[in-house]
């Protein structure tokens, strides 16, 4: 049994860097820099998202962490604070395309907050969580290191070689898609009793309010966006979805070693999976709406936008 769970361990410390670096090198293949130039010109809708998933996020939920924590069994709740302070996450553009939300519209907004982490966790969490001993200089070669530097070796590639991107786009997704499994896995399977624990805990409670919070922070973000933003539920969706990949190289790495690492680890790991229950659904479903009012044939490729609409 050590044995499985030391080679458990070793999985997740191999699986999160290599699904932080594979996603955003996907990212970057897909994106090109109008999206970026675009969306930057838009102020009013910069802040907008910038102010929900900085300001508004992860200074009300680390209240609402602070004032449940007696509820909160062993580091759980340094998990949640981590995860709050992460946004941009990858997986925002597969759950836009679900939604029928045009790409520039989750790609823009999701590669400024990328870039907002970058600064803005080094800076905060050492803040947050004083009790835990997290390097602030740490998390920012982490972040530059596998998130920042991906992206941009994207979106140079995409340039350089417009004809490959595509192709390196689908195999760094599925080597993100991979990874992202063999996360989850060894992630709560190295840790079986502690899940089992915080399973029949308050815990997913707790999770299920911190996405509901996020959601309706970023949905009035949407109707206080500026004119490029045309879907108002879009930034909803981005700033429920944290960037668990961020979140999880802090914790592994930025911490120290802390002993409460495996329980800051699955909490992040559980906030990621109740999230993804939560909006993957309203994803499907508010896109399904969109489709049909629109007159497009649907298929389930569609339908998870692996493929694009099809019109009548």
């Given at each position: ?78 998990g949640f604070v981590i ?95 991979v990874s992202a499994v ?24 707790v999770a299920a309010g ?103």
């Amino acid at each position: 049994m050590h044995t499985i769970e030391s080679l458990l361990g070793l999985l997740i410390n191999v699986s999160v860097p290599a699904f932080a670096i594979a996603s955003m090198l996907s990212m970057g293949l897909r994106t090109p820099l109008r999206a970026f130039r675009r969306q930057l010109r838009d102020r009013r809708t910069v802040f907008a998202v910038l102010g929900a998933n900085f300001v508004v996020v992860p200074a009300v939920g680390t209240l609402l962490v602070w004032l449940l924590n007696g509820m909160l069994p062993h580091q759980t709740g340094e998990g949640f604070v981590i995860a709050l302070c992460a946004a941009g996450a990858p997986f925002v553009l597969q759950l836009g395309a679900m939604a029928r939300i045009p790409y520039g519209e989750t790609a823009g907004p999701m590669a400024v907050l990328l870039l907002g982490s970058i600064l803005f966790m080094p800076l905060v969490v050492p803040f947050l969580l004083q009790d835990v001993s997290v390097h602030g200089w740490s998390v920012a070669q982490l972040l530059l290191g596998t998130m920042l530097s991906p992206m941009i070796a994207g979106i140079v590639i995409a340039a350089v070689w417009p004809g490959w991107a595509d192709r390196f786009a689908r195999i760094a997704g599925g080597v993100a898609a991979v990874s992202a499994v063999l996360m989850f896995l060894s992630g709560f399977g190295a840790n079986t009793g502690l899940v089992l624990s915080l399973v029949l805990s308050p815990v997913l409670l707790v999770a299920a309010g911190l996405v509901a919070l996020a959601f309706v922070a970023g949905r009035f973000a949407g109707d206080l966006a500026g004119d490029t933003l045309t879907v108002p539920d879009g930034p909803a969706i981005l700033t429920s979805q944290r960037n668990i990949a961020a979140a999880l190289l802090v914790a592994r790495t930025g911490t120290g070693g802390a002993d409460g690492d495996a329980s800051i680890v699955v909490a992040i790991l559980l906030l990621s999976a109740v999230g993804f229950v939560m909006l993957v659904p309203y994803a499907l479903g508010s896109g399904l709406l969109r489709r049909r009012r629109a007159g497009e044939k649907i298929s389930l490729g569609v339908l998870l936008g692996v493929v694009g609409p099809k019109s009548d």
